[in-house]
């Protein structure tokens, strides 16, 4: 069995033509893989070639070339000013298409914008945000009127779905970290009490705290870094694979069926994971407790409601309803707002998680002033 024949090298001959005129012919393979062992020899030599002056170019004795070789020849002939080239009908295209690459216009250098306009560039982008925002609660709004005055025909299975992956899914997450929290907050205020003989003092500060602060707060940040990041993942992976696109066409309202499912289910399941957190952080404080100051889980839970007014109970939880639809809104806003590129996916998601927890926190402030007398007088 005889093996393939090998591709000839690749070969240049200078001559003259019937007319007089130089004549540059060209054979053999031009391939990169065939090229590469004399290609310094072939580059020298097609530089003496092109400082001769205006030749025939006669390509039609090339077996085989590839962008490589076509690269090689074409700055050749360009810098020789040859006007008269011969190639094979086959190997035109490829000619063709180095041509056209080198006629497309490099993409222009983004001009760095003057320092005193700056300001006013991140002012339009905070106000496109706002604009942005504002008309999304006024579609999810409506959406939920519409649901309410039709609940039959309300996207029950989509809310079910999201308040599932956001509530139960998150609930060994934020049992977790609460009860560490707990023991922590427990642990160090036990040191500070015993040095004043206040031991019984605990209850009130762990339940004010976690109860009407750190239980929601919390939740609300875990939330907004677990679920609030993956509803803008995936409203951004819709867009990239233009299944948001595909819905627009089939007749399926985004909002409907997307956004306002996810608000509804946030709004409900954040106050229940609250109720958790602030359970399982008691837990933790009242462990700690007992292994500090020696105080009984019975005495703490007996005290805990004398001391702890029921309003801070009811502040945590509409801190949560709140918190709940912030989070969720702002997760579709940046999910929405992706364009169809994974760059922009990564940044969205990103300044969906930085926004939903700076957001919280300024909520959470706002609240502690609006309510700095609800709840603490004991």
């Given at each position: 069995m005889s093996g393939a024949v090998p591709a000839a090298a690749p070969s240049l001959s200078e001559s003259t033509d019937q007319r007089g005129r130089r004549l540059v012919q060209v054979e053999g393979c031009w391939k990169l893989q065939?090229?590469?062992?004399?290609?310094?020899?072939?580059?020298?030599?097609?530089?003496?070639?092109?400082?001769?002056?205006?030749?025939?170019?006669?390509?039609?004795?090339?077996?085989?070339?590839?962008?490589?070789?076509?690269?090689?020849?074409?700055?050749?002939?360009?810098?020789?000013?040859?006007?008269?080239?011969?190639?094979?009908?086959?190997?035109?295209?490829?000619?063709?298409?180095?041509?056209?690459?080198?006629?497309?216009?490099?993409?222009?250098?983004?001009?760095?914008?003057?320092?005193?306009?700056?300001?006013?560039?991140?002012?339009?982008?905070?106000?496109?945000?706002?604009?942005?925002?504002?008309?999304?609660?006024?579609l999810v709004a409506m959406d939920i009127a519409r649901a309410l005055a039709r609940p039959w025909k309300a996207p029950w299975r989509e809310i079910s779905a999201n308040l599932y992956r956001t509530g139960a899914q998150a609930l060994a997450i934020t049992a977790l970290v609460g009860f560490l929290i707990g023991v922590v907050l427990s642990f160090l205020s036990s040191n500070q009490l015993k040095l004043f003989g206040a031991d019984l003092f605990i209850v009130n500060i762990l339940g004010v705290s976690i109860i009407r602060e750190l239980g929601p707060v919390l939740a609300a940040i875990l939330v907004a870094g677990r679920s609030g990041s993956s509803m803008t993942a995936q409203l951004g992976v819709m867009r990239v694979t233009q299944e948001l696109d595909?819905?627009?066409?089939?007749?399926?309202?985004?909002?409907?069926?997307?956004?306002?499912?996810?608000?509804?289910?946030?709004?409900?399941?954040?106050?229940?994971?609250?109720?958790?957190?602030?359970?399982?952080?008691?837990?933790?404080?009242?462990?700690?407790?007992?292994?500090?100051?020696?105080?009984?889980?019975?005495?703490?839970?007996?005290?805990?409601?004398?001391?702890?007014?029921?309003?801070?109970?009811?502040?945590?939880?509409?801190?949560?309803?709140?918190?709940?639809?912030?989070?969720?809104?702002?997760?579709?806003?940046?999910?929405?707002?992706?364009?169809?590129?994974t760059e922009s996916l990564g940044a969205g998601t990103t300044s969906s998680v930085v926004t939903a927890i700076t957001m919280v926190i300024l909520v959470d402030a706002v609240f502690a002033v609006l309510f700095r007398d609800v709840g603490l007088g004991f």
């Amino acid at each position: 069995m005889s093996g393939a024949v090998p591709a000839a090298a690749p070969s240049l001959s200078e001559s003259t033509d019937q007319r007089g005129r130089r004549l540059v012919q060209v054979e053999g393979c031009w391939k990169l893989q065939r090229l590469a062992p004399e290609l310094q020899h072939i580059d020298e030599r097609l530089g003496r070639i092109a400082r001769g002056g205006e030749a025939r170019w006669d390509l039609q004795g090339i077996e085989a070339i590839d962008h490589a070789g076509a690269a090689l020849l074409r700055r050749a002939w360009l810098q020789a000013g040859s006007p008269e080239v011969l190639t094979r009908p086959e190997h035109e295209p490829l000619f063709r298409r180095i041509e056209a690459a080198r006629a497309s216009p490099l993409p222009s250098a983004r001009k760095r914008l003057p320092p005193w306009l700056v300001p006013g560039v991140w002012v339009l982008h905070v106000l496109g945000h706002l604009h942005g925002f504002v008309v999304l609660v006024g579609l999810v709004a409506m959406d939920i009127a519409r649901a309410l005055a039709r609940p039959w025909k309300a996207p029950w299975r989509e809310i079910s779905a999201n308040l599932y992956r956001t509530g139960a899914q998150a609930l060994a997450i934020t049992a977790l970290v609460g009860f560490l929290i707990g023991v922590v907050l427990s642990f160090l205020s036990s040191n500070q009490l015993k040095l004043f003989g206040a031991d019984l003092f605990i209850v009130n500060i762990l339940g004010v705290s976690i109860i009407r602060e750190l239980g929601p707060v919390l939740a609300a940040i875990l939330v907004a870094g677990r679920s609030g990041s993956s509803m803008t993942a995936q409203l951004g992976v819709m867009r990239v694979t233009q299944e948001l696109d595909a819905m627009s066409v089939m007749g399926i309202p985004q909002m409907y069926r997307l956004v306002m499912p996810k608000v509804v289910a946030l709004a409900i399941g954040l106050p229940l994971l609250i109720l958790w957190t602030d359970a399982v952080a008691l837990l933790g404080g009242m462990v700690a407790a007992q292994a500090e100051l020696g105080l009984s889980m019975l005495f703490f839970i007996d005290t805990l409601p004398a001391v702890v007014p029921i309003a801070n109970l009811y502040l945590g939880i509409g801190k949560g309803v709140v918190f709940g639809v912030l989070i969720a809104l702002l997760a579709c806003h940046y999910g929405l707002r992706i364009r169809p590129n994974t760059e922009s996916l990564g940044a969205g998601t990103t300044s969906s998680v930085v926004t939903a927890i700076t957001m919280v926190i300024l909520v959470d402030a706002v609240f502690a002033v609006l309510f700095r007398d609800v709840g603490l007088g004991f």
